[in-house]
């Protein structure tokens, strides 16, 4: 397992083979893979994007920034070159989806909580405005109140879009988040992710329920998801986005 410096919790490769390295160390980071034998890689887990002076790429990350020109690229955009760069140096890349496909939303409702009509229409208006986020390459999710918009993703992550959205929360029934995945995007980096920690960040912020697209996001815990969110009364669905 590669580990990088001021993004990978320590916990995650705690009794694993692993090598800690800088984000902006891809020649160290190829001799690592390359001397170990590994052939297959699967990128998992999160990364906040750092600004080229946080980077302070090597030789190598620099010709490929120049390359790719860094700048002028969304996350999916970005990533999507990443995954081109690991298949040029002679690594598969593998989705988290292909080996785990348990964890890919399903088609149905986690618990015994379902959305009411208003959420419904809370659910189909975020999914247009996450298409249109999606498509500019900006994010994946959106928080939805009685047909407002409270809070759109961009570089900030989850958490933090469902605490802005706490803050903005109108009286009333509460909103919904809608995590969908982009237009287009490259399925084996970032795919939309919740898990409990979302669930017990979104009844925090107020809100009622978390829609996220079957087949198209990540769902951690699965079933035992259920519970969870009974118990923090929220919702939590696998919705269809093709309509």
């Known amino acids: 397992m590669l580990a990088f410096e001021g993004q990978t919790d320590p916990e995650t490769v705690a009794g694993t083979v692993h090598a800690w390295i800088r984000l902006g160390a891809a020649g160290s980071a190829f001799e690592i893979l390359k001397g170990a034998g590994v052939s297959e890689l699967v990128m998992a887990g999160a990364i906040t994007r750092p600004s080229l002076a946080e980077l302070k790429p090597d030789l190598r990350t620099a ?38 496909k348990h964890l890919l939303a399903e088609t149905k409702v986690y618990g015994r909580l379902e959305p009411d009509a208003e959420a419904v229409a809370d659910i189909e208006r975020g999914i247009a405005v996450a298409k249109v986020l ?10 939805v109140q009685q047909g407002i918009v409270l809070a759109v993703e961009a570089a900030e992550g989850t958490d933090a879009l469902l605490r802005r959205a706490g803050e903005l929360r109108r009286a009333g029934p509460g909103g919904v988040l809608v995590k969908i995945k982009k237009p287009g995007q490259e399925h084996r980096a970032d795919l939309p992710t919740i898990g409990q920690r979302t669930v017990e960040v979104a009844a925090a912020a107020g809100l009622r329920g978390i829609a996220v697209e079957a087949g198209g996001a990540l769902v951690i815990g699965g079933d035992a998801l259920g519970p969870v969110a009974d118990s923090a009364g929220l919702f939590v669905v696998g919705i269809q986005t093709d309509s």
Not at 75 to 92: C, I, N, P, Q, T
């Open 63 to 100: 010709r490929w920034l120049a390359k790719v020109g860094m700048s002028s690229l969304g996350d999916d955009g970005l990533l999507s070159a990443v995954v081109r760069s690991l298949e040029e140096e002679g690594f598969g890349v593998i989705g988290v989806d292909e080996i785990l």
């Open 134 to 143: 999606g498509a500019a390459d900006v994010g994946q999710g959106v928080v």
